[in-house]
């Protein structure tokens, strides 16, 4: 199974940078106790996900980016959908809305804190074994 070519599609799947095909996170985002576990290596092509020791505290940075992105998003909607409602509703809502997106804004901004500065460039012919012996591909 081929990865995606685009590297903004393999962000998204949060693929492995230089192959696009394996994943970053061993679980899925909705499994509350272990969201956050990543492979140390890409299962497929081997690339080991940690550039330098500490490279994801810079991910904080881009996990407060997006926090402040759905900050700004939900109190546009409320002030123009909720007719600009107390003050408490921003601040539930807010509130609410950050802490249910935790999982997805820790995934994405590890993911973005790969792709944009762990200096790690598309490799379609870095394929791994499982590739190798791949009969079923045409
Ligand atoms: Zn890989």
Known sequence: MA????????????????????????????????????????PVCGLHYEPEPGFYWGAMYISFAFSTGIMLMVGVLLYYFAGDPAT????????????????LSLRYSRTVMLYLFGGIHYNPHYVGDTQLHDTTKT
């Open 3 to 42: 990865g995606p070519r685009s590297s903004f599609l393999a962000l998204v799947a949060q693929r492995c940078p230089r192959c696009h095909q394996g994943p970053l996170f061993t679980h899925s985002a909705f499994n509350i106790s272990k969201f956050d576990e990543m492979y140390d290596d890409c």
């Open 88 to 103: 408490w509703v921003y601040v539930t809502t807010v509130a609410a809305l950050t802490v249910l997106f935790a999982p």
